[in-house]
């Protein structure tokens, strides 16, 4: 439950203590927030006590009479609104006039409640006050959680681009000192060092592009049926000259078509990250095999390699944002960090999911499970 610390501003003693007795008793429950409301009430007789009670104790909500014998509420209200606060203001007065309401308003008063009123008329005006008082509260929230999620996404990124940059950097003035003389034959290794750098860089960007188009609902879906072992083929025919550099075999298992009513594009993200990722991971001479599966709506994608493999603990944290295994084995390997998470989300737009199963230096096996929409006449279009 949440006890919101509340300040009763009365001179009159039967006002302070039937309006204590009827928000002690009071819980509140706020639409969409799971969340129950309490009152810790306190009170004082005039305005000094209560600019004391409000410096020292700092009520989230002040009930605050019009007329005091010190000072008016209005002066109370002019004082503390100079100060920033989320303390939400309900003026009380049995001098009501629309005058006094809309100077009261005008001066950061969130309502105006006129004497007399019953205690139902006490906890309707403050249900609307707490409930601006917790919407407010949620908004800021809300705000410093994007401020921070943008802030360390913008660290990890300049991280990221940090290390390929200066070392495309470091090659260039190299080159420009002509360290190795002046033959460009010498610098062959440097220019290739340097190609692998920015097209690791463009893939993060490109990453990056695919994951805001599919984050914010601007990338449009065409979806038709397809055999998906064509698209499986296609990202094999891309991967084959990566593969054939370390004799790595890949292989597809579907002997009967896989139809599904796919957006193309989608499932090829999801093959070329796992055929790449296969094979990078993977060990000299190794295997990639794709296999494909069908049962009822449920299509199944499993990619399974013979290659490093991964520990528990780097599974669990393995689809996150920019998270990439770091070790002796995989410090040469590039990659973005985004890939999987990429995949996650694809897969969630098809009501499926992405797991893994895997065992250090034995190999990996990445499943894609997707669900079909198409109607039943689908299977014949294939």
Do not use: W
């Not at 705000?143 to 996404?153: D, G, I, L, P, S």
């Not at 890949?250 to 094979?279: K, M, T, W, Y």
């Not at 499926?352 to 499970?369: H, K, R």
Request: contains cysteine.
């Amino acid at each position: 439950m949440i006890t919101l610390r509340t300040l009763v501003v009365d001179d009159e003693l039967g006002m302070r203590r039937s309006i204590s007795k009827a928000l002690t008793k009071t819980t509140l429950t706020i639409p969409d927030i799971d969340e129950k409301i309490g009152f810790e009430v306190d009170t004082a007789a005039d305005g000094q006590e209560a600019l004391e009670k409000i410096e020292t104790q700092r009520p989230d909500l002040l009930l605050l009479d019009y007329k005091l014998p010190d000072i008016t509420g209005l002066d109370i209200l002019d004082q503390v609104t100079r100060e920033e606060s989320e303390m939400v203001t309900v003026m009380i007065t049995a001098y009501a006039s629309l005058e006094t309401a809309v100077t009261a308003v005008k001066n950061g008063a969130f309502d105006f409640l006129a004497k007399p009123f019953n205690p139902d008329e006490l906890r309707a005006t403050v249900s609307k006050a707490v409930q601006n008082l917790i919407l407010a509260r949620h908004i800021k929230k809300l705000a410093q959680e994007r401020h921070q999620v943008r802030f360390q996404f913008i660290s990890v990124l300049g991280h990221e681009l940090k290390s390929p940059i200066n070392a495309v950097e470091g090659y260039l003035n190299l080159m420009k000192d002509r360290t190795l003389g002046n033959s460009l034959d010498e610098y062959e290794s440097m220019v290739d060092r340097c190609l692998l750098r920015t097209q690791g860089m463009m893939k993060l960007i490109l990453d990056l592009l695919d994951l805001t188009r599919i984050e914010s609902g601007t990338k449009k879906q065409d979806l038709e049926i397809l055999d998906i072992r064509s698209i499986a083929q296609q990202s094999m025919e891309t991967m084959q000259p990566m593969a054939d550099e370390r004799k790595i075999k890949i292989q597809l298992h579907a002997d009967v078509p896989i139809p599904l009513r796919c957006d193309s594009g989608e499932i090829e993200i999801i093959f070329n990250n796992l055929i790449s990722n296969a094979v990078k991971y993977n060990v000299d001479e190794g295997s990639v095999d794709i296999f494909l599966d069908k049962i009822d709506d449920t299509v199944t994608l499993r990619v399974k390699d013979t290659g490093i493999g991964m520990s528990a603990e780097d599974q669990d944290t393995l689809f996150q944002e920019f998270t990439r295994i770091k070790n002796a084995k995989t410090r040469n390997i590039l990659g973005s960090g985004l890939g999987l998470t990429i995949l996650k989300k694809i897969s969630a737009l098809y009501d499926g999911m992405i797991s893994v199963e895997s065992e250090p230096d034995v190999g990996s096996t990445f499943s894609v499970t997707l669900i079909d929409s198409q109607d039943s006449s689908g299977d014949e279009a294939i």
